[in-house]
């Protein structure tokens, strides 16, 4: 070959541009083939019963859940009537009040409220929505309070 020395181009980057050739084409006929052999059955996702599988935990299926519906109708079906007073279903589940304080909600905007317009009577959330409730001509607080069902209804 050319030796570097006299200006030519070296023998060893002469080899490296046919091998790069050589590869390029053999990766072009590998990738041929790949795609000549690719069928559905050998991609795990699509293969069939796998979906099934996935529903089972340790050889038990797994049960699909119930709505509200479907679990108001078996307690029916199973008990009918003669259920005793105390005993609890889904329609009449027992609980205590709540200890923890209703929330309250801004009249105007339905962001948690707290503070109320002591002469309007409405829940406003900020400076704002207290400037824009003094601004309100008067008696269109009553159509914000008849939202929440607290108006004032006068006989």
Not at 44 to 60: I, P, R, S, V
């Amino acid at each position: 070959g050319i030796n570097a020395e006299y200006g030519g181009e070296p023998a060893s980057s002469m080899k490296k541009a046919v091998m790069g050739k050589r590869k390029a084409e053999a990766a072009a006929e590998a990738e041929e083939e790949d795609l000549q052999t690719f069928d559905d059955s050998s991609v795990t996702f699509k293969q069939q019963g796998l979906a099934h599988q996935a529903q089972k935990t340790d050889g038990k299926k797994r049960r699909a859940p119930k709505n509200l519906r479907q679990l108001l109708l078996a307690d029916r079906e199973l008990f009918g009537s003669a259920l005793p007073g105390d005993f609890s279903t889904y329609e009449n589940v027992v609980a205590p009040p709540s200890l923890i304080p209703a929330k309250k909600y801004c009249d105007v905007t339905g962001l948690e409220a707290n503070y109320t317009d002591p002469r309007t009577g409405l829940r406003y959330w900020d400076k704002k929505v207290y400037q824009m409730i003094r601004a309100m001509p008067e008696g269109n607080e009553q159509q914000y309070l008849a939202l929440r069902k607290a108006a004032v209804v006068l006989r």
